[in-house]
T-cell receptor, first 113, second 114 residues
Framework: KNQVEQSPQSLIILEGKNCTLQ??????????LRWYKQDTGRGPVSLTI???SENTKSNGRYTATLDADTKQSSLHITASQLSDSASYIC????????????WGAGTKLIIKP | DVKVTQSSRYLVKRTGEKVFLECVQD?????MFWYRQDPGLGLRLIYF???????EKGDIPEGYSVSREKKERFSLILESASTNQTSMYLC?????????????FGPGTRLTVL
């Protein structure tokens, strides 16, 4: 069954600290993996998209990694800011099924001052 | 910038009412999507459309219908609202059907059915 599991479910860190969010998936065949940021009460916004051949991609203080062999991805946030408080959602695209998107449940990140 | 707008941010309806949720995008995107988002679950696809008057069922189409009469507008219809349809509804659009197209989301409509 195609699934995307994210951990932890929620995380609280102090402003200025780094953190890493995890995503494990069983989706096959794999097309690409995306990370979205969703602020409370808003729609998700794309952070990164990685295809099979890419194992790291950065967007400012956000760095995503992908290990297609172990079917794992991580999102690392450096020097966190209060505005990073949001849910971070991992999405894996299935090459079959008309490029169906399989959504994780998200990690809720809270940055404390 | 891509802009996806949804007709209401918050909506309260009674069981059995017909509910219309509207979504408009301003970037001439071909694809449009309706999702629902519930706590602890990933986004679930209700319906999507890849062209005017074209629609495809997603993972959970039961109890919903859609309409796409114009390219920029995609409507979600709850024919007879039920309490289990209380949820956050998100509309998205993307340019075309390639595998790496980004989906752009609207702000969401939080629907409560009493």
């Amino acid at each position: 069954k195609n699934q995307v599991e994210q951990s932890p479910q929620s995380l609280i860190i102090l402003e200025g600290k780094n953190c890493t969010l995890q995503c494990n998936y069983t989706v096959s065949p794999f097309s690409n993996l995306r990370w979205y940021k969703q602020d409370t009460g808003r729609g998700p916004v794309s952070l990164t998209i990685m295809t099979f051949s890419e194992n790291t991609k950065s967007n400012g203080r956000y760095t995503a990694t992908l290990d297609a062999d172990t079917k794992q991805s991580s999102l690392h946030i450096t020097a966190s800011q209060l505005s990073d408080s949001a849910s971070y959602i991992c999405v894996v695209v299935n090459m079959d099924s008309n490029y169906q998107l399989i959504w994780g449940a998200g990690t809720k990140l809270i940055i404390k001052p | 910038d891509v802009k996806v707008t949804q007709s209401s941010r918050y909506l309260v309806k009674r069981t059995g009412e017909k509910v219309f949720l509207e979504c408009v995008q301003d970037m001439d995107h071909e694809n449009m999507f309706w999702y629902r988002q519930d706590p602890g679950l990933g986004l679930r696809l209700i319906y999507f459309s890849y062209d005017v008057k074209m629609k495809e069922k997603g993972d959970i189409p039961e109890g919903y219908s859609v309409s796409r009469e114009k390219k920029e507008r995609f409507s979600l219809i709850l024919e007879s609202a039920s309490t289990n349809q209380t949820s956050m509804y998100l509309c998205a659009s993307s340019f075309r059907g390639t595998s790496t197209d980004t989906q752009y989301f609207g702000p969401g409509t939080r629907l409560t059915v009493l």
